[in-house]
């Protein structure tokens, strides 16, 4: 970990905690609890899927544009712009940082609903891969808006993209199509972990590899974005 990495790193932990983001997450936290406390017993691994997964949706599309509306209304990205921080540890920190978030609420949530019976290694894989799609799609779509007022209505396009594999995973709609969203691969992940669903191996393989290409695809749109709008309207005025 390079100096500057680290920097970064205890920047956006102490934001996390400024702008309110940590406390968001606990009380988001309680509400998913109280949905699991709900659900019976024999139902609870089937429902921490879909619970596992509307959380990571919640923290990870809606946390980093908070963030970056928060540091773009306070000029913290144009202090940011003329430090030896560049993008790779900005952006980097910042998945980090709300990614190791994700993982800690997932696993409470796994762990209140199902104890310790999931495999630990497809959940890891499927909450860290998730947690970084929504990141990623949400800090694209943000970019361009200078306010969340302005970003929130065209962002639930994306969110909706996002979550169309509910459709499959659930059977509602069934169609090869749907193998073309990343969410798609994670899903089966999560399922897996918990028991519901038997992969194939073709489909192990699809699950890790095809939203890790996504992912390189939309690291490198993430820093177009940024150059594009946050450095070249910061750097004007």
């Given at each position: 970990m390079?100096?500057?990495f680290a920097q970064a790193l205890r920047l956006d932990l102490r934001l996390l905690r400024r702008y309110g983001l940590l406390y968001?997450?606990?009380?988001?936290?309680l509400l998913w609890e109280a949905v699991v406390y709900l659900i019976p017993g024999h139902l609870r691994a089937t429902a921490a899927v879909y619970i596992v997964f509307g959380d990571l949706a919640l923290v990870g599309f809606f946390f980093i544009a908070g963030a970056v509306f928060f540091e773009r209304g306070e000029r913290t990205l144009f202090a940011l712009l003329t430090s030896p921080v560049r993008f790779g540890h900005y952006y980097a920190s910042k998945l980090a940082v709300l990614a190791g978030l994700s993982?800690?609420?997932?696993?409470i949530i796994a762990l209140t609903s199902v104890h310790f019976a999931f495999e630990p290694l497809s959940f890891l894989a499927g909450v860290v891969l998730c947690a970084l799609l929504f990141l990623t799609a949400?800090?694209?779509s943000a970019t361009p808006f200078g306010s969340i007022s302005e970003w929130i209505i065209p962002s639930t396009g994306v969110l909706a993209i996002l979550n169309v594999p509910l459709l499959n995973y659930s059977g509602?709609?069934?169609h090869p199509v749907t193998y073309l969203i990343?969410?798609?691969g994670v899903l089966l992940l999560l399922g897996s972990s918990m028991g519901r669903v038997e992969l194939e191996p073709w489909q192990w393989t699809y699950s890790l590899a095809y939203?890790?290409?996504a992912l390189a695809v939309l690291w490198t749109a993430s820093r177009r974005m940024f150059l594009r709008h946050i450095v070249a309207g910061e750097g004007g005025r």
């Amino acid at each position: 970990m390079t100096g500057v990495f680290a920097q970064a790193l205890r920047l956006d932990l102490r934001l996390l905690r400024r702008y309110g983001l940590l406390y968001a997450a606990l009380f988001s936290a309680l509400l998913w609890e109280a949905v699991v406390y709900l659900i019976p017993g024999h139902l609870r691994a089937t429902a921490a899927v879909y619970i596992v997964f509307g959380d990571l949706a919640l923290v990870g599309f809606f946390f980093i544009a908070g963030a970056v509306f928060f540091e773009r209304g306070e000029r913290t990205l144009f202090a940011l712009l003329t430090s030896p921080v560049r993008f790779g540890h900005y952006y980097a920190s910042k998945l980090a940082v709300l990614a190791g978030l994700s993982l800690v609420l997932s696993l409470i949530i796994a762990l209140t609903s199902v104890h310790f019976a999931f495999e630990p290694l497809s959940f890891l894989a499927g909450v860290v891969l998730c947690a970084l799609l929504f990141l990623t799609a949400s800090f694209i779509s943000a970019t361009p808006f200078g306010s969340i007022s302005e970003w929130i209505i065209p962002s639930t396009g994306v969110l909706a993209i996002l979550n169309v594999p509910l459709l499959n995973y659930s059977g509602l709609w069934e169609h090869p199509v749907t193998y073309l969203i990343p969410t798609q691969g994670v899903l089966l992940l999560l399922g897996s972990s918990m028991g519901r669903v038997e992969l194939e191996p073709w489909q192990w393989t699809y699950s890790l590899a095809y939203p890790l290409a996504a992912l390189a695809v939309l690291w490198t749109a993430s820093r177009r974005m940024f150059l594009r709008h946050i450095v070249a309207g910061e750097g004007g005025r």
